[in-house]
């Protein structure tokens, strides 16, 4: 199936049933370190996606498919200069529904041309009004995706063991807020000169890095077509749109204001 260009750079799309669509077009803007509580499962329609991770580089060319696991942390770079791919955000509890147990998916590219004209027709459908074929299409595509059996038994959910999952829930509850280093080092109950060292060395990222991220995802959760974004930045303790915005565009690749006009427009993806 050969995919026509799209008109807009960026569609989102979210449904009540434990999945998030995004298309993007023409994205060049580099992604740093970070994870997701889902499933991340793109196709790389044009280009190159090189994913960095703790102990290897992983390379998905063009046509092919990528998964990332729920937390697993991650940065991903594009080649040439700029790429085109649709992803699928899918809840862990919509890919259990599809398996006896919760796969860890490795993470090598995917080439296979019945997933990807799947694919590619799941995201054609999520622009229609006929949800029946939607929810159908996406139940295929992902008993597809499961009976490869492409994944393997390593769960990166608890990058926190305790003391850290106690500085995890401190950040979790006080994302709206100032976070103070030193208040999350005295909860781990170690001295603030070696906090920093030991949270990269268990989460991959800084703490300030972390909370950043933390922040934008939450933030990006909460926008909708009739969102204040200038309101949203002050929630989630930016200091203007502007700070927000250089932070909202490293982590999900476009601004506030772009993402939010991909949730009013809904472009036909094919002509």
Not at 32 to 56: A, D, E, Q, Y
Not at 141 to 163: A, E, R
Not at 198 to 209: R, T, V, W
Request: proline content about 4%.
């Amino acid at each position: 199936m050969q995919l026509k260009k799209i008109e807009s750079s960026f569609i989102q799309k979210r449904t009540a049933e434990g999945l998030e669509i995004l298309s993007i077009k023409g994205q060049s803007h580099s992604f740093p370190l970070h994870f997701r509580n889902t499933f991340c499962i793109s196709l790389i329609v044009s280009g190159t996606r090189l994913i960095k991770m703790k102990n290897r580089e992983i390379l998905i060319p063009s046509n092919h498919i990528s998964i990332i696991n729920p937390y697993e942390v991650h940065s991903s770079f594009f080649y040439p200069s700029a790429i085109d791919f649709h992803t699928l955000y899918v809840d862990t509890k919509r890919i259990a529904h599809h398996s006896k147990l919760q796969p860890f998916f490795h993470n090598d590219p995917i080439y296979d041309s019945h997933l990807n004209n799947v694919f590619l027709a799941i995201i054609k459908t999520a622009q229609s009004k006929n949800n029946i074929a939607f929810h159908k299409i996406t139940n295929h595509f992902l008993d597809i995706l499961v009976s490869l059996k492409k994944y393997h038994s390593t769960d990166s959910s608890n990058i926190f063991t305790s003391p850290w999952k106690n500085v995890q829930h401190y950040i979790n509850q006080n994302l709206k807020n100032h976070i103070n280093i030193t208040d999350l080092a005295a909860i781990a109950g170690i001295n603030k000169y070696n906090f920093a060292k030991q949270f990269k060395g268990k989460s991959g990222m800084s703490p300030m890095h972390y909370i950043i991220m933390r922040k934008i995802f939450e933030a990006k959760r909460k926008i909708s077509a009739s969102t204040h974004l200038s309101e949203l930045a002050y929630d989630y303790n930016f200091t203007d749109i502007a700070h927000f915005s250089k932070h909202f565009k490293r982590f999900i690749g476009i601004s506030p204001r772009k993402y939010q006009r991909g949730i009013l427009q809904t472009p036909r993806l094919y002509k």
